[in-house]
């Protein structure tokens, strides 16, 4: 499976650390960009106070990195590589991943999740940090998850660098530095489309 990771322009040394390792950084939760990000409803009724505690201790367990299922989205371009001055890389997934690491593909939903007691189960902490609301449906989000935070891991095998439409010079530099040419693409815009082409 190929997945994508945008990165901005203004982390250089973060892009030659991925490229020169193909280890990538397992944020907290609390890092990452959506306010609503891990929050969840509950009826106070149907939840002890040490279930509830249990599903933030949960939470707190987790180190994460997300991807996107696809490298077109013009928008995720913008958002996340810097207005296009940056690059996304695409990885194959099913080679050299760490055995640490497991996928979750995003759900996306109208609401926050609710956290209901239906046949004696409750939502876990991944099943509530794999959901968010649907305004982040464009993203095609794919989430990496591995136990314990601020850890560098291998979430495949890198298979490819998109250049941004506008990539800045030691971004470029950094890219042909570790990246061999049949590996690195050059973003155009497909003006019928409002894609990427790669």
Same mark, same amino acid.
């Given at each position: 499976?190929?997945?994508?990771?945008?990165?901005?322009?203004?982390?250089?040394?973060?892009?030659?650390?991925?490229?020169?390792?193909?280890?990538?950084?397992?944020? %907290?939760?609390? +890092?990452?960009? %959506?306010?609503?990000?891990?929050?969840?409803?509950?009826?106070?009724? %149907?939840?002890?106070?040490?279930?509830?505690?249990?599903?933030?201790?949960?939470?707190?367990?987790?180190?994460?990195?997300?991807?996107?299922?696809?490298?077109?989205?013009?928008?995720?371009?913008?958002?996340?590589?810097?207005?296009?001055?940056?690059?996304?890389?695409?990885?194959?997934?099913?080679? +050299?991943?760490?055995?640490?690491?497991?996928?979750?593909?995003?759900?996306?939903?109208?609401?926050?999740?609710?956290?209901?007691?239906?046949?004696?189960?409750?939502?876990?902490?991944?099943?509530?940090?794999?959901?968010?609301?649907?305004?982040?449906?464009?993203?095609?989000?794919?989430?990496?998850?591995?136990?314990?935070?601020?850890?560098?891991?291998?979430?495949?095998?890198?298979?490819?660098?998109?250049?941004?439409?506008?990539?800045?010079?030691?971004?470029?530099?950094?890219?042909?530095?570790?990246?061999?040419?049949?590996?690195?693409? +050059?973003?155009?815009? %497909?003006?019928?489309?409002?894609?990427?082409?790669?």
């Amino acid at each position: 499976m190929k997945i994508y990771k945008y990165m901005s322009c203004n982390y250089p040394q973060r892009i030659n650390e991925i490229l020169s390792g193909s280890v990538f950084y397992f944020a %907290d939760w609390r +890092e990452l960009n %959506d306010p609503m990000e891990g929050y969840f409803h509950y009826y106070d009724a %149907d939840h002890s106070p040490d279930e509830l505690r249990k599903i933030v201790q949960g939470k707190d367990a987790y180190g994460i990195c997300c991807f996107s299922m696809n490298s077109d989205e013009i928008l995720m371009w913008a958002h996340y590589a810097s207005n296009h001055k940056g690059i996304c890389i695409e990885i194959d997934a099913d080679m +050299e991943r760490s055995p640490e690491v497991t996928l979750e593909p995003i759900k996306y939903q109208p609401k926050i999740p609710w956290v209901k007691q239906r046949n004696g189960k409750i939502r876990d902490a991944k099943d509530i940090l794999s959901r968010k609301i649907k305004k982040w449906k464009y993203e095609q989000e794919i989430r990496a998850f591995c136990e314990g935070k601020y850890r560098k891991l291998r979430v495949g095998r890198i298979t490819n660098v998109i250049l941004g439409l506008r990539v800045d010079g030691e971004v470029r530099r950094i890219v042909h530095q570790h990246i061999e040419n049949p590996l690195i693409a +050059e973003a155009r815009l %497909d003006f019928e489309t409002n894609k990427i082409e790669c």
